[in-house]
């Protein structure tokens, strides 16, 4: 019995060596990866944080709201630039990604699995709008981002504000509630056991090759434009906290978006869709062409041979999109 019992100390011990070799690695990394990609603009106080975000031009104002395991350099590595010459434009990162907070109020420990839902999202955020000055805004979002520029939307039917909005744009955006469950890295790293173990050796171990792979999937079946990879910051996504929030995000995010889907009936707010027929990541069929049934005044631009960055892909008609938004709402 003394062999085995020093057997399982040993193994123990080597255990926990183990994942304090793996935390301290991944937290080296993450401090690498902050060194490298700073914040790019300023910080505004909200309720239980802060919200990082980027503004930049003149005009009626734009919000861009970026997807699942990004940042705000989504939109300033070239989009926002197409923009800025007529729209006071402001990127902002969501919760718990990026340079902002997660929202007050959701656990956030290694077992916890409580995600920051669209409808928490978009209230922090509208906070945030507010607080610097933004008033009758197009809200855009890619991805993800979609999703909580609806529940932006769904936020103004209820509450006489001057950040509510004024018209959606949708670019390949979360929309309606999709059959079956969720990609199995969802499940893992949004569960306690992610949280615990394979969080922390993604962050610590990931090649950067699975980093450039990762990349060039999102976009296929298109490429990424030059460059596009070098700037991103994909390193800030990697960070152990950062992952926990954008899984726990995207895992639990399904009932909320059953919640918002049975409002938009109500919505009467101009509503611009660009979306990739070769989309893999959010259908076109399950989102768009779904939530065009419900919502009478939804345009859709449709794709042909375009995946799941169509801003990137055809950026004409992403800012094409904004404009006829902009000019439906009276901006």
């Known amino acids: 019995m003394s062999w085995i019992k020093l057997a399982l100390k040993t193994l123990t011990v080597v255990i926990g060596l183990g994942a304090l070799a793996t935390g301290l690695t991944a937290q080296y990394r993450a401090s690498q990866a902050e060194t490298a990609f700073p914040p790019l603009g300023q910080f505004v106080d909200v309720t239980g944080g802060q919200v990082h975000y980027v503004q930049q031009g003149s005009g009626p104002h734009l919000i861009l709201l970026h997807g699942a395991g990004g940042n705000l350099r989504e939109f300033t590595f070239d989009l926002m630039g197409r ?18 907070d997660r929202v007050p109020g959701v656990a956030k420990g290694l077992t916890a699995t409580e995600g920051d839902s669209p409808q928490a999202q978009a209230a922090m955020l509208r906070e945030a709008a507010a607080k610097i000055g933004i008033t009758d805004p197009i809200v855009a979002g890619h991805s993800f981002g979609g999703i909580v520029s609806y529940a932006w939307a769904v936020a103004g039917l209820d509450e006489d504000s001057p950040v509510n909005a004024k018209a959606v744009v949708s670019f390949a955006g979360v929309t309606m509630p999709w059959p079956g469950d969720l990609d199995r890295y969802y ?72 919640e918002l889907s049975q409002r938009y009936p109500e919505l009467t707010l101009p509503i611009e869709i660009v979306h990739g027929e070769e989309d893999k990541t959010v259908p076109i069929h399950i989102h768009a062409e779904e939530i065009e049934k419900i919502v009478p005044q939804v345009n859709t631009v449709r794709l042909p041979g375009v995946g799941h960055m169509p801003h990137h892909a055809d950026p004409d008609a992403a800012v094409a999109a904004i404009d006829r938004a902009a000019q439906k709402a009276g901006l």
């Open 83 to 100: 923009l800025s010459d007529r729209y006071t434009v402001t990127a902002f990162d969501r919760p718990g990604l990026g340079y902002t």
């Open 187 to 258: 499940q893992v790293n949004g569960s306690a056991f992610g949280g615990v173990v394979t969080i922390p050796a993604i962050s610590a171990f990931v090649p950067p090759s699975v980093v450039d792979s990762s990349i060039a999937a999102t976009f296929a079946p298109q490429s990424p434009p030059d460059g596009y990879a070098d700037y991103i910051g994909a390193g800030l996504t990697l960070r152990p906290d950062s992952m926990r929030a954008n899984a726990r995000q995207v895992n639990t995010s399904r009932p909320h978006v059953v």
